[in-house]
């Protein structure tokens, strides 16, 4: 779009407000009027679109929000205006993310894309089931004040696997027994039979 179709849009009040200082965004989120959340995607705005079930596209400026928009793209719950760049320029300029572009029709075809899309609707229902299942702020408490309470020392709740020796975690006990045991055994009885040929032939 041109400039000044930009600056129509932008002064039409009845589509458009701009606010100057912080806004309530997490009562804007949990209306139901709201269907799509245009963020930055920091992760609070992420942890928050989510838990109110709104479908996110993304608009990353720095840092984390990058992971962040490449997550929520793959995960289904939105669409990212950011399109990673291939391995080659990632590794000359890694920190050149910020420098990406996207055209007016992009963001109208990804808009279109997740609007009401019922896939990615389904997806962000259970994302948002899943986060508040998981307890929110007083589940976080409590695990903080269990954390507090024995003093830190969680050694008795590792996963199994870290209580396993080296070669039981990488299984190499099986790898000894199932493939290299048989092996070895299957080739000594080669080289004796070959052996043994020779030797009759040479009787």
Known sequence: MKN???????????RFRVESS???QKWILQQNSVNLFISHCGMGSVGEGLYFQKLILC???CTDQFVNAMAIDHSGVGASLFIP????????????FHH???LASAVTSKLFTIWENATYVKVARMMSLEM????GVKRGVKEIEFFVNVHGDLHRYMPFSNT?????????????????????????LALKFCWSNIKNKID
Request: hydrophobic letters at 45%.
């Open 132 to 135: 508040k299942h998981a307890g």
């Open 164 to 188: 396993l020796a080296f070669y039981q975690r990488y299984m190499l006990d099986l790898v000894l027994v199932y493939i290299v045991l048989p092996t070895a055994i299957i080739f000594y």
């Open 100 to 102: 990406y572009t996207f």
């Open 4 to 14: 000044d179709e930009y600056q129509r849009i932008l002064s039409d009040e009845q």
């Open 59 to 61: 608009l990353p400026m």
């Open 85 to 96: 760049p291939t391995l080659w320029p990632s590794l000359l300029r890694p920190d050149g």
């Open 22 to 24: 912080f806004v309530p």
